[in-house]
Each structure stands twice: as C-alpha cells, then as structure tokens.
C-alpha cells in the first residue's frame, strides 16, 4: 500500500529559497493549484538535505480511479542534471490542465483511464545539479537486479564510492527512498491494472531521440514483446515522420539496477496476466552542443538545452508522443495482439531489434 508522508510546515522565507533553486518544483505546484479540483495529489516522500531543505516527491493522479481501467505513468526528473525530463513531463501536465477546463474529448476519455504524473522524482538532486539523489547513489543503477552480462566499467553501475558517478549504493542496503517512492507508485498505480504504460523522460544519450524498453541486464527479449512491436506499429502508422529510434536499451548498452527491469520483472511475477510496457525516452543532448558547442563547458548544458528558443522547442516536440501514449494506453484493447498474431508479432521484433 502507498505510505502518504505529508508535508511539514516550512517558514516561507525558506520555502523561498527552495522555489528559487528549484524551478520545476514551483511550476508544478503552480499547476497542481490550477487543477486542484481535478487532480488528486499524494506527497509519497518527504527527501531532507543536510543544509535543512526538505522536498516533496509527488505523485499527481487523474481520471478513473478504478483497478478495471488502463494507466499510463509519466516520469520525469529520476536523474538530477536532466531537468529537461522533468520539463517535459510538467509540460504535458499542464496542458492536461488546462484542456479540461474545454476538451470534453479528454473528460471521456479520463472516464476510460487512469493518468499518474511523478514529474520530480529526485528533487533533492535537481537542487544541487547532480545525476545522483543527496547520498550520492544513481536512482537507475539503485535497483536490486544485477546484469547477467558483462556491463560496461562504471557506466554500467559501481559500489566502489558515492564520489563517483553511478554509484549504485552498498550491496544489501534498502532502495533508496526515490526509488521507494517511485515503486510504491507504480505498483499501487499501474500494476496493479491488466494494462498500463510507464514512460520515463531522461536525457544525454546520442544525438538522436530514442525509446528505450527493457531489458537493461541482459540482452535477451523480454516476455511481451509482441505487444511493444504492435505498439511501435500504430505509432509509426499514426507518426510516419517522427525523429525517435526505437529499440532495448540492451541495444546500446548494458547495467546493474535499472528500476525499469526490475518493476517489470515484478509484473511478470506477481501479475502474469497482466500488462505493463515500460518504456524510457533519452532525449539526444549531443544534437544541443553540436549546435551550441559551449554547452560542453557547462555541466548543466551536457543534459540540457540552453538556448530558450531551443528549450521550448524540445518541449513542444515530445507532447504528441505522450499524447500518443495515453491514447495507445486508453485504446489497448484495439492494438494489442490476439493470441493468434502474437507469434507473428514476435517475430518481426525479433528480426528488427535482435
């Protein structure tokens, strides 16, 4: 069951200072007060730094709250230098704000599902401009699963020091509690239905935009397959011109403790009859210093762009795929395979991606 932590009361001057440093954090209260009356809002952690701050991890639903319907979860924010995932995710929260105050198309369609936001999964890393959450452990290398091939050295997750990149935290320990946060959500929110999405916006990989899907620890293919080919069919039928690769992220490389492989592994487990397709998007950052080479000087401008006509151009880009996918998610039952066409399914995956 999802643990609710509430927020303590903070001096304003204080909540000030914390706003200032934390710009995503405001615009999404911002925008939780505007769909107040739509959006039912649970603060799932409470991640307290050594300089006093405290932040607030949330967890934004709306739509039907039935088990019966399907879901889609948007991620942002689980690496602290890519604020731009954490954007792009705020970004499309608004716009669903704002068109329920006249898209009667999305009232009906909020009737058939469910949608879950977790914009900030690691603030206190956003605050202080590290990948890592405030004890110094990656948040996607945190997970209990280990690689069952070779990684790449550091890239792929170490314990050696939490002064290093990567860090994967020490063998044993509980997750951390973004981790936590994030997989209780999950659980309770998406597994929990006989289908959901996940899509988790990252960036600083290549300069091309790619959809990444499990697995990350292995290089074998994972049980549903079928249903990710299909999914990448209607989108290409519905999006013919768009700039994403699609493909496992054991396609580029592998690592320890992704928290994707392991809530999908947990599906698998706990629910197979269920489906759930977890799906990254590694927005291509090397495009942004190729056009603005002095990005490489700064640590914020490896991960994101920092030209504002281009910052809001990456923003608008991604809004139809997460559109996309809420939809896909609303109308699964009218694209996933019948268990007559999931051989054939598979078996196209496995000729394009393997």
């Known amino acids: ?55 607030p991890i949330h967890a934004i639903g709306l739509g039907n709250p039935s088990l019966d319907v399907p879901a889609i979860g948007f991620f942002g924010g689980v690496h602290g230098l890519e604020r731009i995932g954490a954007e792009v995710v705020i970004a499309y929260l608004q716009n669903v704000v704002m068109r329920l105050q ?3 198309t999305l009232h009906r369609q909020l ?44 890239i792929g997750g170490q314990r050696v020091s939490a002064g290093l990149p990567w860090y994967r935290g020490r063998a044993g320990d509980a997750m951390e509690a973004e981790s936590q946060a994030l997989c209780e959500v999950v659980a309770q929110e998406l597994l929990a239905r006989p289908f959901s999405i996940a899509i988790d916006c990252h960036s600083g990989f290549g300069a091309r935009d790619r959809l990444w899907f499990p697995f990350a620890h292995t290089r074998k293919p994972i049980a549903h397959l079928a249903e990710l080919h299909a999914l990448q069919e209607i989108f290409l039928q519905a999006h013919s011109h768009h700039q ?32 759930f397709l977890p799906l990254t998007l590694e927005m291509g950052s090397w495009l942004w210093i190729k056009k603005n080479p002095r990005q490489l ?18 923003l608008r880009r991604h809004l139809s795929l997460l559109d996309f996918l809420a939809r896909a998610a609303c109308s699964h039952e009218r694209w996933v395979p019948l268990p007559e066409t999931r051989a ?8 394009a991606w393997y």
């Open 111 to 154: 009737e058939q599902m469910r949608l879950v936001f977790m914009p900030v999964v690691n603030p206190g890393g956003m605050w202080a401009a590290t990948r890592a959450n405030p004890r110094g452990v990656d948040l996607m290398r945190n997970a209990p699963v280990d690689a069952t091939d070779r990684v790449p050295p550091w």
């Open 244 to 275: 994403y690769i699609i493909e496992p992220q054991s396609a580029q490389y592998l690592a320890h403790g992704d928290l994707w492989d392991y809530l999908y592994l947990q599906a698998c487990r706990e629910a197979p009859a269920h489906t």
């Open 297 to 314: 000087f700064s640590r914020n401008g490896i991960f994101n762009p920092l030209i504002n006509h281009r910052q809001q151009r990456v």
């Open 1 to 55: 069951m999802l643990v609710v932590h509430r927020l303590a009361a903070r001096p304003r001057a204080a909540i000030a200072i914390t706003m200032n440093n934390l710009p995503e954090l405001l615009a999404l209260e911002k925008i939780i007060e505007l769909g107040a009356p739509h959006l039912q809002v649970q603060v799932v952690r409470q991640v307290p730094l050594a300089s006093g701050h405290c932040f």
């Open 102 to 104: 006249w898209d009667t």
């Open 344 to 351: 054939y399914h598979r078996a196209q995956a496995l000729a």
